[in-house]
T-cell receptor, first 111, second 113 residues
Framework: SQQGEEDPQALSIQEGENATMNCSYKTSINNLQWYRQNSGRGLVHLILIRSNEREKHSGRLRVTLDTSKKSSSLLITASRAADTASYFCATDREYGNKLVFGAGTILRVKS | KAGVTQTPRYLIKTRGQQVTLSCSPISGHRSVSWYQQTPGQGLQFLFEYFSETQRNKGNFPGRFSGRQFSNSRSEMNVSTLELGDSALYLC????????????FGPGTRLLVL
């Protein structure tokens, strides 16, 4: 079963615009991670945010975590055509590596 | 460092057959997890191995099994294949279980006819 739900399911923007994706989850977590997947290939790790962190940056990526609302957001600034992909949030709530993934957001960046 | 590798990349089988997929983790990583991705169910956790021991198992039938070798390489096996087993099977590795980033391989795409 999926713990997380991404919102929106699909997003289409112009190159240079910012893209924001949201993720909600149901139970308490240790970490929340964001991954990117291009056309049914493997998952590329983007960023990990721990439950005691509220915000994290990596290049053009900004992730926030609100554990009181059980939600996270991923912001991609100055988007590029190469950012076109599916984006997934994944949470783990137990010691170990059992990630529970959301359904994903399909991002299309038009050039 | 080389990334996670999975073999084969593509596989076509018929119903009733069995299949074995292989995963080599990043050098030094001892934890390996497997996931199944389908359009209908999304990404679902299959199992996790650390130091040759299965630590966690997802909600899959007993036809799905796996193992890990002393060099941390892992295999998963699916017996008596069903059409619904058609999926992308992804392997992920990390240094150890816990608060660690998992790095995924390119996946094995299995088609069951």
């Amino acid at each position: 079963s999926q713990q997380g739900e991404e919102d929106p399911q699909a997003l289409s923007i112009q190159e240079g615009e910012n893209a924001t994706m949201n993720c909600s989850y149901k139970t308490s977590i240790n970490n929340l991670q964001w991954y990117r997947q291009n056309s049914g290939r493997g998952l590329v790790h983007l960023i990990l945010i721990r439950s005691n962190e509220r915000e994290k940056h990596s290049g053009r990526l900004r992730v926030t975590l609100d554990t009181s609302k059980k939600s996270s957001s991923l912001l991609i600034t100055a988007s590029r055509a190469a950012d076109t992909a599916s984006y997934f949030c994944a949470t783990d709530r137990e010691y170990g590596n059992k990630l529970v993934f959301g359904a994903g957001t399909i991002l299309r960046v038009k050039s | 460092k080389a990334g996670v590798t999975q073999t084969p990349r593509y596989l076509i089988k018929t119903r009733g057959q069995q299949v074995t997929l292989s995963c080599s983790p990043i050098s030094g990583h001892r934890s390996v997890s497997w996931y199944q991705q389908t359009p209908g169910q999304g990404l679902q956790f299959l199992f996790e191995y650390f130091s040759e021991t299965q630590r966690n198992k997802g909600n899959f039938p007993g036809r799905f099994s796996g193992r890990q070798f002393s060099n941390s390489r892992s295999e998963m096996n699916v017996s008596t294949l069903e059409l619904g087993d058609s999926a992308l099977y992804l392997c992920a590795s990390s240094f150890s279980p816990g608060k660690e980033t998992q790095y995924f391989g390119p996946g094995t795409r299995l088609l069951v006819l």
